[in-house]
């Protein structure tokens, strides 16, 4: 389950092609105000819904890349964010791919039930709807951050602690590492869904802001806010019993079925860089996985 950043499509900018996505058609009385930022009659308009910029990678399926990558910016979005998406051809635009393409993507997002669309009037993020989904792992850092994009999440605390035993093999010139422990909880129904522990090399960790870690996944820190080029993500997903902290983390019985997930993320000179060990509630999460053939 690795990934190969081998790609010919070059990352837009977040936003890139749909500066028109709400402003009023042309010719009509608002135009002006609309683009500005306001109605006609004064209110202000939410900020338009941009989504994330993404690279593509040849070598996975282009519409599963893009519906993840919608699906992070869906689900990370600001409060105040627009509901209406951009259309098609302006999607399809921003993450340089077809439009059936970004049709086939749409279409996801639709069956798992983010996104509506109604012929004529354009298609609309759906506020109320459940952001729970099974975990997938097709190779793919954006489905990474899609999966764990989208709740609630507290920082329960960090720190520097000394290599624990069983990840010494990943951290083999470092005597230390920092550890973040994290609390995601459903935005809606405020239950609690899984619980991360990620170990960072330090010269890492001294450039990451915490606050960070309350609105993105690590993932995205490590490669937005930081800046790490990430060239792959070692995946390991295995059915396990929940321990006290477990347990009491995510309000399940002793010894209930969890998820547990171990993402292992190495830089472009082939250092492992951060390690997240992850456990889901058995209850909430399925696992699946996409083999291709080619």
Same mark, same amino acid.
């Given at each position: 389950?690795?990934?190969?950043?081998?790609?010919?499509?070059?990352?837009?900018?977040?936003?890139?092609?749909?500066?028109?996505?709400?402003?009023?058609?042309?010719?009509?009385?608002?135009?002006?105000?609309?683009?500005?930022?306001?109605?006609?009659?004064?209110?202000?308009?939410?900020?338009?819904?941009?989504?994330?910029?993404?690279?593509?990678?040849?070598?996975?399926?282009?519409?599963?890349?893009? /519906?993840?990558?919608?699906?992070?910016?869906?689900?990370?979005?600001?409060?105040?964010?627009?509901?209406?998406?951009?259309?098609?051809?302006?999607?399809?635009?921003?993450?340089?791919?077809? +439009?059936?393409?970004?049709?086939?993507?749409?279409?996801?997002?639709?069956?798992?039930?983010?996104? /509506?669309?109604?012929?004529?009037?354009?298609?609309?993020?759906?506020?109320?709807?459940?952001?729970?989904?099974?975990?997938?792992?097709?190779? /793919?850092?954006?489905?990474?951050?899609?999966?764990?994009?989208?709740?609630?999440?507290?920082?329960?605390?960090?720190?520097?602690?000394?290599?624990?035993?069983?990840?010494?093999?990943?951290?083999?010139?470092?005597?230390?590492?920092?550890?973040?422990?994290?609390?995601?909880?459903?935005?809606?129904?405020?239950?609690?869904?899984?619980?991360?522990?990620?170990?960072?090399?330090?010269?890492?960790?001294?450039?990451?802001?915490?606050?960070?870690?309350?609105?993105?996944?690590?993932?995205?820190?490590?490669?937005?806010? +930081?800046?790490?080029?990430?060239?792959?993500?070692?995946?390991?997903?295995?059915?396990?019993?929940?321990?006290?902290?477990?347990?009491?983390?995510?309000?399940?019985?002793?010894?209930?079925?969890?998820?547990?997930?171990?993402?292992?993320?190495?830089?472009?000179?082939?250092?492992?860089?951060? +390690?997240?060990?992850?456990?889901?509630?058995?209850?909430?999460? /399925?696992?699946?996985?996409?083999?291709?053939?080619?």
């Amino acid at each position: 389950m690795t990934e190969s950043h081998e790609t010919t499509t070059e990352a837009r900018p977040a936003g890139s092609g749909t500066a028109g996505a709400n402003a009023a058609g042309p010719g009509t009385a608002g135009d002006a105000a609309e683009r500005a930022g306001v109605s006609s009659a004064g209110r202000a308009h939410p900020p338009a819904f941009a989504p994330d910029s993404l690279v593509l990678n040849r070598k996975l399926p282009l519409w599963y890349q893009v /519906s993840q990558s919608l699906r992070a910016s869906i689900l990370g979005r600001p409060q105040d964010a627009s509901l209406r998406l951009p259309t098609e051809e302006q999607l399809a635009g921003h993450y340089g791919v077809s +439009v059936l393409t970004m049709r086939q993507a749409l279409k996801e997002l639709e069956t798992e039930g983010l996104i /509506s669309r109604h012929r004529r009037r354009g298609t609309f993020i759906e506020p109320r709807a459940r952001r729970v989904s099974p975990v997938r792992l097709l190779g /793919s850092v954006d489905a990474i951050v899609a999966q764990q994009s989208g709740e609630a999440t507290t920082v329960l605390g960090h720190g520097t602690v000394p290599v624990p035993g069983d990840l010494a093999e990943f951290f083999p010139d470092c005597g230390e590492v920092v550890s973040y422990r994290r609390l995601r909880r459903d935005g809606e129904s405020d239950e609690p869904t899984n619980w991360a522990e990620n170990a960072v090399r330090p010269d890492i960790a001294a450039r990451i802001d915490v606050a960070d870690l309350e609105r993105w996944p690590m993932t995205k820190v490590l490669r937005d806010g +930081v800046g790490v080029r990430i060239s792959r993500i070692t995946d390991t997903v295995e059915a396990r019993l929940a321990d006290p902290v477990t347990a009491e983390l995510l309000q399940v019985p002793l010894l209930s079925p969890i998820l547990h997930y171990t993402g292992v993320t190495y830089d472009e000179e082939g250092r492992v860089v951060d +390690v997240a060990r992850i456990r889901y509630r058995g209850d909430r999460f /399925s696992f699946s996985v996409t083999v291709e053939a080619h």
